[in-house]
């Protein structure tokens, strides 16, 4: 109990820390063309089309792998289906923000809320983790110890990274250096931990998880920089349009089509359970034993 209680203190902290802060960011926004403008609400509309169809997939895909990997197939579910909510929440917000005059989107007065991604973030990107760790089927004692480093990393990495995102821009570069480090710690573990433990996995889904890893480094490497954009006073129309193209194509590579990956895993290792007739009833994550 005493790890859910930390994680908590440190969030509630930094949550603290945010609103204390002066001097944030202007939440106004810049005047748009209407391409612009365009742009970031058909990327939107792509991101909630794609949550939404990859959630259906998933979902029903449950019952195509062995009931030992479903579990993966489940999580993987709901990352989708939260990330879609959020991403409708965020469409609505888009267009509250703006109001269309002379050719131009200007702001409405109604400031558009990209918080909203702290959020999903919270949620969705320890449920990545949990999923990568679920769709391995590995030992109880190794899934759970997996498990609790990655989420307990990816939790303190979005609670430490929020307040310097709504905060002041001085304060911006030291919580962005401080939730570097479960970054850092999180792939220490997918690098080293994990590869530890594929010992026994089909050459096959080796590659797979190797995919998987160059994925979540490749999508997540989007946020950490465009983190830092305003640092080096890269602001305006421009900015803001291509920051919510990045985000919005980085969330789709790490959940959508990382979901893709996780799911071929768990039909390659379902194939290979009923060839040797492995298969066993209980996910290996939710606590059954060797």
């Known amino acids: 109990m005493l790890k859910p209680v930390l994680l908590l203190i440190l969030l509630l902290a930094g949550v603290a820390g945010a609103q204390t802060e002066v001097g944030g960011p202007d939440l106004s926004g810049p005047t748009l063309t209407a391409g612009q403008y365009n742009t970031v609400y058909n990327f939107f509309s792509l991101a909630i089309a794609a949550m939404g169809a990859s959630a259906v997939f998933f979902f029903l895909g449950r019952t195509q792998v062995a009931s ?10 709901l990352v989708v289906t939260i990330a879609g909510y959020h991403y409708f929440r965020i469409f609505n917000s888009w267009e509250a923000a703006y109001t269309l005059k002379g050719g131009l989107y200007v702001p409405s007065g109604s400031p558009f809320n990209d918080a909203y991604r702290y959020v999903d973030w919270f949620l969705t990107v320890p449920l990545l983790l949990l999923e990568t760790v679920a769709v391995l089927a590995l030992p109880a004692v190794q899934s759970r110890s997996l498990a609790w480093k990655l989420g307990g990393a990816a939790l303190l990495m ?33 690098w080293v931990d994990l590869s ?11 590659v797979y998880i190797r995919n998987m890893r160059l994925l979540l480094l490749l ?12 640092l080096f006073g890269i602001t305006g129309a421009g900015a803001t349009v291509g920051l919510q193209m990045g985000y919005t194509i980085a969330d789709i590579l790490a959940k959508p089509v990382f979901g893709i990956l996780v799911f ?3 039909m390659i290792k379902s194939a290979q359970d009923s060839s040797d007739g492995t298969d066993l009833p209980n996910s290996r994550l939710a606590g059954a034993d060797d």
């Open 68 to 77: 030992r990997y479903r579990l993966a197939l489940l999580i993987t579910g």
């Open 158 to 190: 979005i609670a430490l990274g929020y307040p310097g995102e709504v905060g002041s821009l001085a304060a911006r570069p030291w919580w962005g250096a401080v939730s570097s480090i479960p970054f850092v710690y999180i792939l220490y573990v997918l």
């Open 196 to 206: 530890r433990s594929m010992e026994r996995q089909l050459p096959e889904v080796k």
């Open 219 to 230: 999508s997540w490497g989007v946020y950490p920089i465009a983190y830092m954009l305003p």
């Open 264 to 266: 071929t895993i768990a």
